[in-house]
């Protein structure tokens, strides 16, 4: 197997999404292996374009105005550097797979797709409706260079479903365990949202849910930004809410300290894949509490340290307590058995190496 690894990503730092941490994560524990890592994005205009303790990782950033001159670029790079590139890992269903398609297709080289997200308004979706984008799709059908990667059971069944005549693997996003610690809850509830603040992630209606339903101390914090921002932030002014707290767009390190010192983890979105943040959660300690959804319905039947989201509502605070220290011993098991980091890198270099 090549010791360099290409990933195209058409955004990277100091964009904050959930993609692009899980591709800083995974770019330091491979470079820790010994691999070559090299990140293709695209040009952003800011002095601080290195993420933190970023060291031995080579960040290409071509020069585009738009995704349409950077999926040239790309397509020039491709050509300039074939002898060079084995494979490439791409971590968008966007229409830099289309261009990875075709250059692996002529150039040799093989490409491991991974999908961040399906169902409504997901990139996936929007291909099937699109009659245009699935023909091109199907073009690479039964093509054994172009393989995809979901994160879940899932998301392979969905792709299944609709785009046969491909090569699919399931192998989850990775999380570092050693920040995993159970913090006991005192006088106060700690609840952390982390999330991009949009209609399809549900938080506004989460919060208002909550402090309808409380009757007890808690504190909450919301870590993202979105469109929905300044109507969480109004909410929280009109009503003089001093126990919720919006803190915007942070980086990996900043949620890592609001989540060291929170109890419980809010993800009531209405459609959802394997959350980045979901795995940032557990690796701290954090009881998730999660829409109703498959993954999480049968993540929960294995391991039992799920809470959902209508039944969170309805507990005590002595109910919550009770449950936080059952279902907490739980969350270690399932960290180590299915998203450790170390052992996601190591399926993905055999991935790599097929």
């Given at each position: 197997?090549?010791?360099?690894?290409?990933?195209?990503?058409?955004?990277?730092?100091?964009?904050?999404?959930?993609?692009?941490?899980?591709?800083?994560?995974?770019?330091?524990?491979?470079?820790?292996?010994?691999?070559?890592v090299k990140i293709i994005t695209r040009n952003l205009?800011?002095?601080?374009?290195?993420?933190?303790d970023f060291k031995n990782i080579e960040i290409i950033r071509l020069n585009?105005?738009?995704?349409?001159?950077?999926?040239v670029l790309l397509f020039l790079f491709f050509f300039k550097n074939f002898n060079q590139i084995k494979f490439v890992h791409v971590h968008s269903c966007s229409s830099v797979m289309f261009t990875s398609f075709f250059c692996s297709f002529f150039l040799n080289f093989k490409a491991f797709i991974k999908i961040t997200r399906i169902g409504s308004g997901s990139q996936l979706e929007l291909i099937k409706n699109n009659f245009f984008k699935r023909s091109l799709f199907n073009l690479f059908k039964n093509n054994k260079k172009i393989k995809f990667i979901a994160l879940t059971d899932e998301a392979k069944d969905y792709f299944l479903n609709f785009f046969n005549g491909f090569s699919i693997?399931?192998?989850?996003?990775?999380?570092?365990?050693?920040?995993?610690?159970?913090?006991?809850?005192?006088?106060?509830?700690?609840?952390?949202?982390?999330?991009?603040?949009?209609?399809?992630?549900?938080?506004?209606?989460?919060?208002?849910?909550?402090?309808?339903?409380?009757k007890f101390n808690y504190n909450v914090a919301i870590c993202g930004k979105g469109s929905e921002y300044l109507k969480i932030k109004n909410y929280i002014k009109n009503n003089t809410l001093s126990n919720i707290n919006l803190f915007g767009e942070l980086n990996e390190?900043?949620?890592?300290?609001?989540?060291s010192k929170s109890h419980f983890f809010i993800l009531n979105s209405i459609n959802e894949g394997l959350s980045n943040a979901f795995l940032e959660a557990i690796s701290s300690g954090v009881i998730p509490v999660v829409s109703e959804n498959e993954f999480y319905v049968k993540l929960n039947l294995k391991y039992d340290c799920l809470l959902f989201f209508n039944d969170f509502i309805k507990f005590s605070k002595?109910?919550?307590?009770?449950?936080?220290?059952?279902?907490?011993?739980?969350?270690?098991?399932?960290?180590?058995?299915?998203?450790?980091?170390?052992?996601?890198?190591k399926k993905l270099d055999d991935l790599y190496a097929s």
């Open positions: 197997m090549s010791r360099t690894i290409y990933h195209i990503i058409p955004s990277f730092h100091p964009v904050i999404g959930g993609a692009e941490r899980q591709l800083e994560r995974l770019a330091r524990v491979q470079r820790e292996t010994g691999k070559h205009d800011s002095k601080d374009l290195l993420p933190r585009s105005i738009n995704m349409f001159f950077f999926n693997n399931v192998i989850p996003n990775g999380i570092d365990v050693s920040k995993f610690q159970i913090i006991e809850i005192k006088e106060t509830i700690n609840i952390i949202f982390i999330s991009r603040l949009i209609s399809r992630k549900n938080v506004f209606n989460s919060v208002k849910i909550i402090h309808e339903s409380f390190f900043e949620i890592f300290n609001h989540l002595n109910e919550l307590i009770k449950v936080y220290n059952i279902k907490s011993k739980n969350l270690k098991l399932m960290l180590n058995k299915d998203f450790n980091i170390i052992n996601i890198a």
